[in-house]
């Protein structure tokens, strides 16, 4: 499948396969034309994905509580910045079984002398399409997936970097039992899918990066949007929505009283510890701007990541590093007191790829639009 391939291709691919469902009596019913980040917002978790957390946390450093990194001398080592943005939307229904169409892009950009450029890493799509569907939801949802196959469009087995634009994937991959009348519950779970194509994009950029030349030859560190999913040298996650604090008792009131340009003793959240004993990163928490009007004292609150057993020393470097990415300002992003500029650079950039997609999703809309009513 070429690199190269356009949103127009895409389309083009899966208008063939509704014809050809079509030809074969496989009924597709025109969606409503649901945004699933909209649609999600209010059950997704933020940034922080991971449940309310039932146990302590490990505390790296003793006692738990504030501690002054030092004054910021306004250099950071932070040179490389990776961001991800996705979109989707139901564009039809095979009886129960909902169609969604989705784009995800991602990007490293490196920062040079106070100029932004973005990364040529080779070999991995900078913007990947898809069609998820529950193959297993009846015969005529795995029929219809047949026929994006001999369209053109390309399977993605587990655990793998998408290396080609254009797929299709299984939201029940990885389920036990189908219900196929849980019309919800798929939809839930192509969303879920969604994400996790993000995350290896993401992830298979930042290995690239790591294993490149000019990053081996510098010392350069990266930031990353997000929680670290990969065990990566030099690379922090910067978690800019604290939804769920993972301190307990009276170590949550210093957490919400932490004063601008401060962070936390160092820990290993609980959930890591438990789902990994492994493989966990060490956390901390810096404020970098006072609570703003309108939020609350979480509002301002970023959660870091960096490799396991960061020492203290670099964990106060690392946080200085951050606080001198407080200027220029992140704005008009909402989320600009826990988000550095250079990521809202990434997004910004990204967005517009996600935007472009939405000519291509009205295009099978109106795809199945036709094709019901000559029908009818």
């Not at 079509?22 to 009924?27: E, K, N, S, T």
């Not at 001398?73 to 979109?87: A, E, I, K, P, T």
């Not at 569907?133 to 009846?138: E, F, K, N």
């Not at 849980?182 to 779970?189: A, I, P, S």
Request: glycine share 10%.
């Amino acid at each position: 499948m070429p690199a190269g391939s356009t949103a127009n291709d895409f389309a083009a691919r899966v208008v063939r396969a509704m014809e050809d469902a079509r030809a074969q009596g496989i009924r597709i019913s025109a969606g409503g034309g649901e945004d699933l980040e909209l649609g999600q917002l209010a059950r997704r978790r933020p940034d922080d994905e991971v449940a309310a957390p039932n146990g302590r946390p490990h505390h790296l450093e003793t006692p738990p509580g504030p501690r002054d990194p030092g004054e910021p001398n306004g250099r950071s080592r932070l040179c490389y910045f990776l961001d991800g943005v996705q979109g989707s939307r139901e564009v039809g229904r095979i009886g129960t079984a909902p169609v969604v169409v989705a784009t995800v892009a991602a990007a490293v950009v490196e920062r040079r002398e106070r100029r932004f450029g973005r990364m040529e890493l080779g070999g991995l799509p900078g913007v990947v399409r898809a069609v998820i569907l529950p193959r297993r939801a009846g015969s005529e949802a795995e029929a219809f997936w047949g026929l994006l196959r001999a369209a053109g469009l390309a399977e993605l087995g587990p655990e793998e970097a998408p290396d080609s634009p254009d797929l299709v994937l299984d939201s029940t991959e990885y389920m036990g039992e189908v219900d196929p009348t849980d019309y919800v519950g798929m939809k839930e779970r192509a969303f879920s899918r969604v994400r996790t194509l993000r995350e290896r994009l993401e992830g298979a950029l930042l290995r690239r990066w790591e294993g490149d030349d000019r990053v081996l030859d510098s010392d350069g560190w990266i930031a990353v949007d997000g929680q670290l999913r990969e065990t990566t040298q030099r690379a922090i996650g910067l978690i800019k929505s604290v939804a769920r604090p993972e301190f307990v008792g009276k170590d949550v009131a210093m957490l919400l009283d932490l004063e601008p340009g401060m962070r936390t003793t160092s820990f290993v959240p609980d959930w890591q510890l438990r789902r990994s004993p492994t493989d966990h990163r060490t956390s901390w928490y810096t404020r970098t701007w006072p609570p703003q009007p309108g939020a609350d004292a979480l509002g301002s609150l970023m959660r870091v990541e960096a490799p396991r057993d960061t020492p203290p020393e670099t964990v106060d470097e690392i946080t200085c590093w951050i606080l001198a990415e407080k200027a220029p300002l992140a704005r008009p992003d909402p989320r600009w007191p826990a988000m550095i500029y250079p990521i809202r650079h990434v997004e910004k950039t990204l967005k517009p790829l996600i935007g472009g997609s939405e000519r291509m999703y009205a295009k099978l809309e109106r795809q199945l639009v036709t094709q019901q009513n000559g029908r009818n």
